[in-house]
């Protein structure tokens, strides 16, 4: 499944890739260690792409009369425009990428908490932050699809948000290849319960565009369907969502289980709406009855499995959920 399912993904390349820091550094991250036999990594470096060698004295954001300038940190030479261009020219090009992960608090890749100075030199920070040039450039450009630096997905949270939008827009970005109506119909069906942990409103939106597919051409029925789909992942599920769908699908054998199979099923909710254990433990249990009662329709729903169960670590559990 997942060898036909292997999203892109641009990254910074001192991440796990290239001694390309200005240091001649390389930057560890076991989160994206794990990815890689899952996913194929466009790399880039924009420093070392405008031109500035390894090592090469650090780079700083300042503001200089209101504006950002993006400029080397002792001899104040600035870069703002060769980057720039750089980043509109590459962008530009790039293709069929399905999520982003840059390096966090760089002048140039960061996407959030960047320094900014006053000037070159030995001067201490101003207090605000702000986005790297090349990492607001990506955010700005690609809208809907997750840009992530690799701090943030040490959190547990972050990561699984991350990597279930990731695989959803690569199945739909496959689809799109060689599209049928039948194909989008089987996946809305696949991924209904996925969609409804996120977003019941554009789960119906979703639903309205596969029902009314008969007074749309095929090409309007997608491009519409993607524009749910992109809204449908704009923020993480919250608890109750989750817990309202579990109980939806608990529902598919409420005839066949025991009063006691039933009563240990809602204690786990409980615990889980504690926060004190994670929704992997859930899921396995519904797994077993899908299994026992052989339930071809829930067999195929994408919320069992939605990224690579390998992604998975073991300190994960109990924690972020």
Request: aromatic letters at 10%.
């Amino acid at each position: 499944m997942w060898d036909e399912c292997r999203p892109r993904i641009l990254l910074s390349r001192c991440i796990e890739h290239d001694h390309c820091r200005f240091n001649g550094g390389i930057v560890s991250s076991q989160e994206i260690k794990n990815l890689k036999p899952f996913v194929e990594f466009v790399t880039v470096c924009p420093e070392v792409a405008v031109g500035l060698s390894v090592p090469r004295e650090a780079i700083r954001m300042i503001k200089k009369n209101g504006k950002k300038h993006l400029v080397w940190s002792l001899s104040g030479k600035d870069i703002t425009q060769d980057m720039k261009d750089f980043s509109e020219r590459y962008l530009k090009d790039l293709e069929d990428i399905d999520g982003a992960v840059l390096k966090s608090r760089s002048p140039t890749c960061g996407i959030k908490d960047v320094k900014i100075y006053p000037t070159a030199g030995k001067v201490a920070a101003l207090g605000e932050k702000t986005e790297g040039m090349f990492g607001g450039a990506v955010a700005d450009f690609f809208q809907d699809i997750p840009v992530e630096d690799e701090g943030r997905l040490t959190n547990f949270r972050i990561r699984e948000h991350f990597y279930t939008r990731i695989f959803a827009h690569r199945r739909f970005a496959d689809l799109k290849k060689n599209p049928t109506m039948a194909k989008l119909v089987d996946f809305h069906t696949r991924h209904k319960y996925l969609f409804m942990i996120y977003s019941q409103k554009e789960l119906r939106h979703a639903g309205r565009v596969v029902a009314g597919h008969s007074k749309r051409t095929l090409g309007t029925a997608l491009e519409e369907y993607e524009d749910a789909l992109n809204n449908i992942f704009l923020k993480p599920p919250r608890r109750p969502s989750v817990i309202n769908v579990l109980m939806h699908i608990m529902g598919y054998f409420s005839k066949q289980l025991s009063p006691e199979e039933k009563a240990f099923f809602l204690d786990q909710l409980e615990l889980y709406r504690e926060e004190k254990i994670p929704l992997s433990s859930l899921l396995l249990i519904l797994r077993s009855w899908i299994i026992r009662f052989n339930n071809d329709y829930l067999k195929k729903q994408i919320v069992f499995e939605p990224y690579p169960r390998e992604l998975v670590t073991i300190s994960d559990s109990g924690k972020g959920r």
